[in-house]
């Protein structure tokens, strides 16, 4: 199984940067799928989560009206739309998959974990 998590980047502020995360190993289109990041220093942020055939979309505050998650279940891939980058937004950005709807911010909780892609927004 792997979850691989790539297009991450410098980018000024008020820039974009779409994330993609590439999966294999397991039947994607039966996972929920979820970004999570990482600020310096902080603890683990919930992004945004989308649903197995895409119906169902959440976000977190910090990214409701500039990020857009979708999926391409062909592809196997979940990605995510960064515009309106702020400094704050700098992080280690991870993608994860369960099968059911999870809101615990705990790796554990997840049945799978990509090994990241850094985001850092800075002028």
């Known amino acids: 199984v792997q979850l691989v998590e790539s297009g991450g980047g410098l980018v000024q502020p008020g820039g974009s940067l779409r994330l993609s995360c590439a999966a294999s190993?397991?039947?994607?289109?039966?996972?929920?799928m979820y970004w999570v990041r990482q600020a310096p220093g902080k603890g683990l942020e919930w992004v945004s989560r989308?649903?197995?055939?895409?119906?169902?979309?959440h976000y977190g505050d910090s990214a409701k009206g500039r990020f857009t998650i979708s999926r391409d279940n062909a592809k196997n891939t979940v990605y995510l739309q960064m515009n309106s980058l702020r400094i704050e937004d700098t992080a280690v950005y991870y993608c994860?998959?369960?099968?059911?709807?999870?809101?615990?911010?705990?790796?554990?909780?997840?049945?799978?974990w990509g090994q990241g892609t850094q985001v850092t927004v800075s002028s």
């Open positions: 994860a998959a369960d099968k059911n709807l999870v809101t615990i911010l705990r790796r554990s909780h997840y049945d799978y």
């Open positions: 989308i649903s197995s055939r895409g119906g169902i979309i």
């Open positions: 190993g397991f039947t994607f289109s039966d996972y929920w």
